[in-house]
Nanobody
Framework: QVQLVESGGGLVQAGGSLRLSCAAS????????SGWFRQAPGKEREFVAT????????YYADSVKGRFTISRDNAKNTVYLQMNSLKPEDTAVYYC????????????????????WGQGTQVTVSS
């Protein structure tokens, strides 16, 4: 079992930045692929970014490419999402997810591929 706890959400003005953290416990996190998803009110949960177990491969949704950066520190069992140039449409609850995977490429982009989820952290971007 892996437990995931997100933090770092909050209220920010458009154009601002936030860094989300996802702290993992329970297993050797360095063997897990990880991802960030988000869910706005009345919408389905959508893919944001994913990173492979080593951190050498990442993949982003088109809507955040060039503005968001996913990274990880396996020594700290933590995955990060740096969000810059935030827009009101980025407002959502952001969820961290993990799946045991030692693939060299970051290809986990759908919700059903992940086994573990955090409780979510709210990000609100005001215009």
């Amino acid at each position: 079992q892996v437990q995931l706890v997100e933090s770092g959400g909050g209220l920010v003005q458009a154009g601002g930045s936030l860094r989300l953290s996802c702290a993992a416990s329970g297993r050797t996190f360095s063997s897990y692929g990880s991802g960030w998803f988000r869910q706005a009110p009345g919408k389905e949960r959508e893919f944001v970014a994913t990173i492979n177990w080593s951190g050498r491969s990442t993949y982003y949704a088109d809507s955040v490419k060039g503005r968001f950066t996913i990274s990880r520190d396996n020594a700290k069992n933590t995955v990060y999402l740096q969000m810059n140039s935030l827009k009101p449409e980025d407002t959502a609850v952001y969820y961290c997810a993990a799946k045991w995977s030692v693939q060299s490429s970051a290809g986990l982009t759908t919700t059903h591929e992940y086994d573990y989820w955090g409780q979510g952290t709210q990000v609100t971007v005001s215009s």
